[in-house]
């Protein structure tokens, strides 16, 4: 999830937004008032960077609900594949597999 820090052109406080339109504490940044007051600051790489509370705890909800989404997707596609007969992609399961000894050609040909 790319989340984008924003700061306040009066203060020293930065906000974060991962849709470009809205805060995580809902201060609407499309708005003609809130243009010239709030800049684009760049990408945020850690969490600690955000000062608004507000918007720390929404964001942090945000990405916590999208990597538990994309967990039990990942899960849900490792037990299909399972369910399929492929655990692992590009290796053969031989357990439970038995060789059944035959005689060799020549035998088999002294037979008849």
Same mark, same amino acid.
Do not use: F, W
């Given at each position: &999830?790319?989340?984008?820090?924003?700061?306040?052109?009066?203060?020293?406080?930065?906000?974060?937004?991962? =849709?470009?339109? $809205?805060?995580?504490?809902?201060? =609407?940044?499309? $708005?003609?008032? =809130?243009? #010239?007051?709030?800049?684009?600051?760049?990408?945020?790489?850690?969490?600690?960077?955000?000062?608004?509370?507000?918007?720390?705890?929404?964001?942090? $909800?945000? &990405?916590?609900?999208?990597?538990?989404?994309? &967990?039990?997707?990942?899960?849900?596609?490792?037990?299909?594949?399972?369910? &399929?007969?492929?655990?692992?992609?590009?290796?053969?399961?031989?357990?439970? #597999? #038995?060789?059944?000894?035959?005689?060799?050609? =020549?035998? $088999?040909?002294?037979?008849?």
């Amino acid at each position: &999830m790319d989340i984008t820090l924003v700061t306040a052109a009066g203060s020293e406080e930065v906000h974060g937004t991962d =849709n470009e339109k $809205k805060t995580g504490c809902g201060i =609407n940044l499309l $708005k003609p008032e =809130n243009v #010239t007051r709030y800049r684009r600051a760049g990408q945020m790489t850690d969490l600690k960077e955000i000062t608004c509370e507000k918007c720390k705890a929404s964001l942090a $909800k945000k &990405m916590i609900k999208a990597d538990k989404k994309e &967990m039990a997707k990942l899960l849900k596609e490792e037990k299909q594949r399972e369910k &399929m007969g492929v655990a692992d992609e590009g290796i053969v399961p031989l357990g439970n #597999t #038995t060789a059944k000894i035959t005689g060799s050609q =020549n035998a $088999k040909k002294k037979e008849e």
